[in-house]
């Protein structure tokens, strides 16, 4: 069992920055696929990015790519999102999940999720 906890949220211009942060708990944490999420007002959830249990892996949806950073750090069981020139189109809740794996954009396989947290890019 895994609980993820999200922060960092707010609201921030377009062009500005934001760390998001998932604090999980369980032992078990650096054994899981950890990914973002993000679903704006209206839209489906959409795939942001994901990292493997070491940390070696990432992926990143098209629309993010080169613009945000994922990291985590399994000795403190938090999982990071750092976010660069935003833009008012990624203003979503964004939300951190845990799978077992393989490495997926889908949200269907990821079991553990946290409760999102508000992100406003305005222009």
């Known amino acids: 069992q895994v609980q993820l906890v999200e922060s960092g949220g707010g609201l921030v211009q377009a062009g500005g920055s934001l760390r998001l942060s998932c604090a999980a708990s369980g032992r078990t944490f650096s054994s899981y696929v950890m990914a973002w999420f993000r679903q704006a007002p209206g839209k489906e959830r959409e795939f942001v990015s994901l990292i493997n249990w070491s940390g070696s892996n990432t992926y990143y949806a098209d629309s993010v790519k080169d613009r945000f950073t994922v990291s985590r750090d399994n000795a403190k069981n938090t999982v990071y999102l750092q976010m660069s020139s935003l833009k008012p189109e990624d203003t979503a809740v964004y939300y951190c999940?845990?799978?077992?794996?393989?490495?997926?954009?889908?949200?269907?396989?990821?079991?553990?999720w946290g409760q999102g947290t508000q992100v406003t890019v305005s222009s």
């Open positions: 999940a845990a799978g077992a794996g393989p490495h997926s954009d889908y949200a269907t396989d990821y079991h553990y």
